[in-house]
Every structure is written in structure tokens, then in C-alpha cells.
């Protein structure tokens, strides 16, 4: 990853005629005061007739908090989701709906979010049964992860439906409290749904994942996919410093990387890089451990590696530290974690 490709948070790298613009014709629409929405964010009215206009992440996250305080019910970033095929999806919708299945429309999605979704980080794991997306929030706004969740994960299970013509198949664990618009969960998502969890994470049987869309069409995808890729190599900005620190520490998670070592691997000074950070709202510590929380619950969970192993290659001292450290991350013990996401 070139270091210039790297968004801070105030670099303009989030196009507006997508969320954004659906954000603003949705108040539009409800007969609801835009000046409040796009109050004190530096994004006008007439930005949305520049077609190359782009917002910060510290833009997005005043107006994304102007709209919740503004939107009258709970249900916002739901309603939001449901419209993200094709309203938000921008160049990636001919790729998503020329799929083969869910399993190319999610690989399809992962290489190439941070164009439409620059807010999400999202990785990977397989077992035999399942596929399990692990979705992390790249640009900071902590106090905003929650609409972002219920955005990303209604975007995810309308665009399925749509694609498949059936009803979505999968579980969510959710890294917060059971909120009091659960209703909008069950309406939206479903039932199968885990709060309180470590990490959002999207579980889908594998034999979901390989039931044929009726509208896929394979010439069409590899055309989406050249256009896209060389749109994606071109770009400004192809992931952000969250993401990138979050990446470099599990890269290189048994060389358990200082601040320091981070800031040099970037070519910043540990304050620069601090200072950096401070602007997401997020902070060195809190990426590193949730670098090593991430990479101990696929140890235990994926691996089933013992709490000596793990405590190994976390660079732990022994095993009581790690399970220490591990009830601060989760508030359980490591052993309560072996079956996690099983079925």
C-alpha cells in the first residue's frame, strides 16, 4: 500500500453523491429541515451538482450526527441500507448484480468497499460450515458504530435479497448492548442476532453462500471488475490510517509493534502519528488491542489453540497475563469463547 493512498481525517476521500446525497434527499423527502442536517459540516447544497466532490471523514461524521439528532424515529440507518443497491453502491453495482452468488458478490464487496463504504474495514474467516465477515469501522467516529452497523448490515441483507429472491440466511453478533430500537433489528435483520459480542461479525453457511442469482451474469461481472479495479488502482485514497495500523499490527502480530515502530513503518513521527489518530477519536492502544483480541478469538475459535500458545504469540508473558488481559477486552475468560461461533 502506497503511504499516499492512506486517508487521514480530513483528507477529502468519501464521495458525496452517495450516502451523502441519499442522506440529504431522504430529509428532502420526509419534509425535514436540510440546513440542520448539513449545519456546521462544510458541505452545501450545491456540492451535490459537482460530480467529483468529496467529503472528509470529519465532515461525514457531523453530518451523520446532525442526522440522528434530526431524524425523527430510530429507524434512519436502516432505511438507508435498504436503499444502498444501487442508490450508495455507485460503481460497484454492476458487479454485485451481475454475481454468480453470494460468495463473489462478498469477495466482490470486500476488494472493493472502501470506494462506496470507506467507513468499513472488513476481513475474513473460513471453516468447513461457515464464512464469517468480520466488519470494523476504518475512519474512527466510535461514537457512531453503531449507525454504521445497522447501515452496513441492512445494506448487506437488502442487496441479498434482491439478488437471491429469498429471505436472508445468516447470523449477526453485534458489539453492543441489545439497543432499545431492537424491534427495527428483528424487522431489518432478523432474528438471529448476538449482542454483546467482541467484534461485529456476519456468519453464512457455506452451502449459502453457492446458491446460484437468478440475474448473474459472468461477462458482465469480469467487465465490472476490469473497470473497477483500474478505478480502484487510480484512486486517491484506497483505505484509512485506522485500517492501516489495524492491518500492520496483525501482519506482524508476533513482533508485537510499539507506536513507534508503526510511526516509522509510515514515515511519521510517534507524535504526528498520535495526533493522527486523535482526530478519528480512536488511539494507538485501542487499535492494538483490538489487533490482538482479533487475532486471539481466531486462535481459540478457528484454531482451537491452547491459552499457552496463544499467550505465545501475543509476546504474553505467560498464560494468566493473557487471560487477564483477555476478561479487560471481552469481560469473559478465553474458555468461554471455544464454541463461539459455532453453529
Known sequence: MKLTAIAYADDKCIDSQLLVANLVALFRLRGLSTASLLAGSAIFEQDFCQAEHKISPLQLAKLVSNAIKSWPTDDLAFILGQQWLPAQ????????????????????????????????????????????????????????????????LSSLVSSYKRLSRCRWQGQFSLPYSAPSNIDQYYKYLGDELKFNQPICVVSVNQSTLKQAFELHNSQGFLQAQRQLRRQYLNADHRIGLPATIRALLLRQIHANLSLPDV???????????????????????????????????????????????????????????????FKRWTGQLPSQFRYWLSN
Open 89 to 152: 453502491s455507485g460503481q460497484l453495482s454492476q458487479g454485485l448484480l451481475c454475481s454468480e452468488d453470494l460468495d463473489q458478490a462478498q469477495r466482490f464487496w470486500q476488494r472493493y468497499h472502501w470506494l462506496v463504504q470507506p467507513w468499513l474495514q472488513i476481513s475474513r474467516w473460513q471453516t468447513a460450515e461457515q464464512q464469517h465477515l468480520l466488519l470494523q469501522q476504518d475512519l474512527g467516529m466510535p461514537q457512531l458504530q453503531r449507525f454504521f452497523i445497522e447501515l452496513s
Open 263 to 325: 510511526a516509522q513503518q509510515l514515515c511519521l513521527s510517534p507524535a504526528t502519528l498520535k495526533r493522527r489518530l486523535k482526530a478519528f477519536s480512536i488511539s494507538f492502544q485501542q487499535l492494538q488491542d483490538e489487533a490482538k483480541l482479533q487475532h486471539a478469538i481466531y486462535l481459540i475459535v478457528i484454531n482451537g489453540d491452547s491459552n499457552l500458545h496463544i499467550a505465545k504469540q501475543l509476546k504474553f508473558a505467560d498464560s494468566n497475563n493473557f487471560r487477564r488481559s
